[in-house]
């Protein structure tokens, strides 16, 4: 599969992409440090800077998922929550992206506070901007705590398809399934005929051992899915209230040596510390992406 990242910081989401397989065609990040970051670990990736000056139109059609962290100070608690009226509120811009680029699955993410902001109002304008395009939206809460990082890192997802592209997939995959009925009902007849005439061998129709192995394969893959969502329920039933980032944030260990506390850091390292602080957790983005290619190959 085809990856796009917008927002991409140090390439949290790409990164995931590649752990998957998939090919990471373009990244998009205005941060001196994210872009060196990026073309060390993604030369073969096409490089932008300013989401504001890019024409994605180039893409159209080529991307099978498009995702960015857009973001996040403008609804950060730790920050003044000036929600639309921040500059950096570029949600409308990754919008036109997604118009331009018309991608089949896109994955949003965002700190918990955009759920709350003005009473939910960004949040649900995400959903209605991008069920507008024809994509239909699922939303999560999702903590790094989930793929057992040692910090709660609460984080809004939004899972978006194509409702178009799905329906037309739907259609093929219909379209195939009746003429693979078709084709197993003549074998059957077949069958009938040669035993009619005498002939006993054994006239097996492969199309419908396909079929059936079809059928035990999609419930399988069922099963499986009730099991991860069981899970899924597990996980965030946690008790979160004995986290070092629970207020105050410096409760608790925080996994470094109390010798560097001291130590003043050079620009690099203040840099790298931003950028993991603004990055995704791709172990979150990881297990998303699974469940999409599962999707995808079920269609």
């Keep these: 599969m085809t990856h796009g990242s917008l927002f991409s910081g140090i390439g949290g989401f790409d990164l995931a992409a590649q752990w998957m397989g998939w090919e990471n065609i373009f990244h998009c990040e205005w941060n001196p440090f994210g872009q060196k970051v990026l073309k060390y670990h993604f030369p073969n990736s096409i490089s932008y800077e300013d989401i504001t000056k890019t024409d994605f139109s180039i893409h159209r059609g080529t991307i099978d998922i498009l995702t960015g962290g857009f973001p996040c100070q403008p609804y950060s608690t730790a920050g003044k929550r000036l929600g639309k009226a921040d500059e950096r509120h570029l949600f409308p811009e990754m919008l036109r992206a997604i118009k331009e680029i018309k991608p089949r699955w ?6 918990r506070g955009l759920v709350s902001w003005n009473g939910g109002m960004v949040f649900h304008e995400v959903h209605d901007d991008l069920e507008r395009e024809g994509y239909e939206v699922q939303s999560f809460i999702i903590p790094a705590a989930s793929v057992n ?3 709660k890192r609460e984080r809004i997802w939004f899972i978006a398809n194509s409702r178009e592209l799905r ?3 739907c259609e093929t995959s ?4 009746k003429r693979q009925e078709e084709v197993c009902r ?8 040669f035993k009619a005439d005498g002939n006993t061998s054994d006239a097996t129709n492969t199309n419908c051992e396909g079929l059936e192995r079809h059928r035990i394969s999609r419930e399988t893959s069922r099963k499986s899915s009730e099991q991860s969502d069981i899970t899924s329920k597990r996980i965030s039933s946690k008790d979160w209230s004995r986290w070092p980032t629970v207020s105050p944030v410096c409760n608790g260990d925080d996994g470094l040596s109390n010798r560097l506390d001291s130590i003043t850091f050079p ?7 931003k950028a993991a602080g603004n990055a995704i957790v791709p172990q979150v983005a990881f297990n ?9 190959n079920k269609l």
């Design 106 to 111: 896109i994955i949003g993410e965002n700190v």
């Design 267 to 273: 620009k690099w390292r203040t840099e790298s510390i």
């Design 174 to 177: 219909r379209t195939m399934g």
């Design 186 to 193: 003549e074998g059957n007849k077949s069958s009938l005929q």
């Design 149 to 151: 990082a040692p910090h």
């Design 167 to 169: 329906l037309e997939q």
């Design 288 to 296: 998303i992406f699974k469940v999409i290619e599962t999707m995808e």
